[in-house]
């Protein structure tokens, strides 16, 4: 048995991909019971007041409710289930004992965990209540929902994996157009100018923007170019832009050139780094094997790169209803040996990720100068292969 207590306004990230979506948020106190039975079928019920809309996918297990009359809930609410009245009104915790009792589980799953915070929402006031009022021998049987929690935040279903493939069609379209002539003026334009653009057009289109987002600047021989910088003929522009849509999120870095006078295409040597780019990441999805960590995934995928004489980093998260999402870690960005706990997670099929890595390459067009050139985008690992959703990036955008 899997239970679900949340109070409205304090909800977790399991309970908001499991209400239907007219909710919002939890109501009072939301109660959701998950019990398998011995046929391997699965009950969902929820413990709450009628009127709600739950009950399109859940059945009511709190039928006699102390403290307010059920005969009004049924005038009031046209074609409403009928309502048990009892003699012997009960609490929404003395019904989920109730619940408990009845169905005698052997394990019951409550949301908490030192690992990861997408099963750890249960608060301190929940869990007494719920240790405080079921029979003493299922306190015993309470154990930690994790991995439960994670399995269930991790996994797509198919509609949404297809839905998925447009979503970051959208995501390479808006990067496409910003970084372009459209909206890029050599020697007028900021980094920051071109930041704030797509943060505007991410909300014109109706979109969520779930973070902060980057625009940013390799120029030779700068180490360092500063936020709201004019750009300039030469430079390398690079983005971070991501946006949720249809309950999904999407986390994408790419990269545009801006051609000098005279240019007609991108140096061969700026060409190189997004080929290693590139390269890294067919390695990476080479070595994502159902089953295995996410820190052994890195581990080979680090290996077979150095091997072939790339300076990589790999820094891989996964991504679905939340943009860091639940599931295992594949490194980051100051952890290449491995991420202890969240990189222990294994990897299953039909889950989705953000490649992010990065490689770095000397650019002889640059003085030998180092360039660190990061791409990310985000990638669907279905039945033992990994498929870039919309495509990825392959070219520079060029801006003229």
């Given at each position: 048995m899997w239970i679900v207590c949340v109070r409205e306004y304090n909800e977790g990230p399991a309970?908001?991909?499991?209400?239907?979506?007219?909710?919002?948020?939890?109501?009072?106190r939301t109660i959701l019971v998950f019990y398998k039975r011995p046929d391997n079928t699965i009950e969902r019920l929820f413990l709450g007041r009628p009127g709600t809309g739950l009950d399109v996918l859940y059945t009511n297990a709190w039928l006699n409710h102390k403290g307010s009359s059920w005969e009004h809930f049924k005038d009031v609410l046209p074609g409403s289930p009928d309502v048990v009245i009892s003699d012997k009104p009960e609490t929404q915790f003395e019904c989920l004992a109730r619940v408990i009792r009845e169905r005698d589980p052997q394990t019951i799953g409550l949301n908490y965990s030192e690992m990861t915070a997408f099963a750890d929402d249960l608060t301190y006031t929940e869990y007494n209540q719920i240790v405080q009022n079921?029979?003493?021998?299922?306190?015993?049987?309470?154990?930690?929902?994790?991995?439960?929690?994670?399995?269930?935040?991790?996994?797509?279903?198919?509609?949404?994996i297809i839905?998925?493939?447009?979503?970051?069609?959208?995501?390479?379209?808006?990067?496409?157009e910003a970084f372009s002539s459209r909206v890029v003026h050599p020697g007028v334009t900021t980094n920051?100018?071109?930041?704030?653009?797509?943060?505007?057009?991410?909300?014109?289109?109706?979109?969520?923007?779930w973070f902060n987002y980057e625009v940013s600047i390799r120029r030779k021989g700068v180490a360092h170019v500063p936020d709201?910088?004019?750009?300039?003929?030469?430079?390398?522009?690079?983005?971070?832009?991501?946006?949720?849509?249809?309950?999904?999120?999407?986390?994408?870095?790419?990269?545009?050139?801006?051609l000098k006078l005279g240019e007609t295409d991108v140096p061969e040597g700026i060409k190189n780094i997004l080929k290693e780019g590139n390269r890294l990441q067919d390695i990476l999805a080479e070595e994502y094997v159902e089953g295995r960590t996410g820190n052994e995934i890195l581990k080979a995928a680090?290996?077979?790169?150095?091997?072939?004489?790339?300076?990589?980093?790999?820094?891989?998260h996964p991504?679905?209803?939340?943009?860091?999402?639940?599931?295992?870690m594949i490194g980051l960005y100051d952890q290449q040996g491995g991420v202890p706990g969240n990189g222990d997670f294994k990897l299953y099929n039909n889950t989705c990720y953000s490649m992010e890595l990065c490689v770095?390459?000397?650019?002889?067009?640059?003085?030998?100068?180092?360039?660190?050139?990061?791409?990310?985008?985000?990638?669907?690992?279905?039945?033992?292969?990994?498929?870039?959703?919309?495509?990825?990036?392959?070219?520079?955008?060029?801006?003229?």
């Open positions: 309970i908001m991909t499991m209400l239907p979506a007219p909710m919002i948020t939890a109501r009072r079921i029979d003493e021998k299922y306190r015993e049987r309470i154990v930690s929902a994790e991995k439960l929690c994670v399995g269930w935040l991790e996994t797509r279903c198919e509609e949404e839905a998925y493939n447009g979503i970051m069609q959208i995501a390479h379209g808006v990067i496409a920051t100018d071109v930041q704030w653009w797509i943060s505007q057009r991410v909300h014109d289109l109706g979109l969520e923007i709201d910088e004019v750009i300039l003929p030469g430079d390398i522009l690079h983005c971070d832009v991501g946006f949720r849509y249809l309950g999904l999120c999407t986390d994408t870095q790419e990269n545009a050139y801006v680090l290996d077979r790169a150095k091997a072939e004489g790339l300076r990589p980093m790999i820094y891989t991504i679905g209803n939340h943009g860091h999402g639940a599931g295992p770095t390459t000397a650019v002889p067009e640059w003085d030998n100068q180092d360039v660190t050139l990061g791409l990310e985008t985000d990638v669907a690992f279905v039945d033992g292969k990994v498929y870039f959703l919309g495509g990825r990036q392959t070219n520079y955008n060029l801006i003229k």
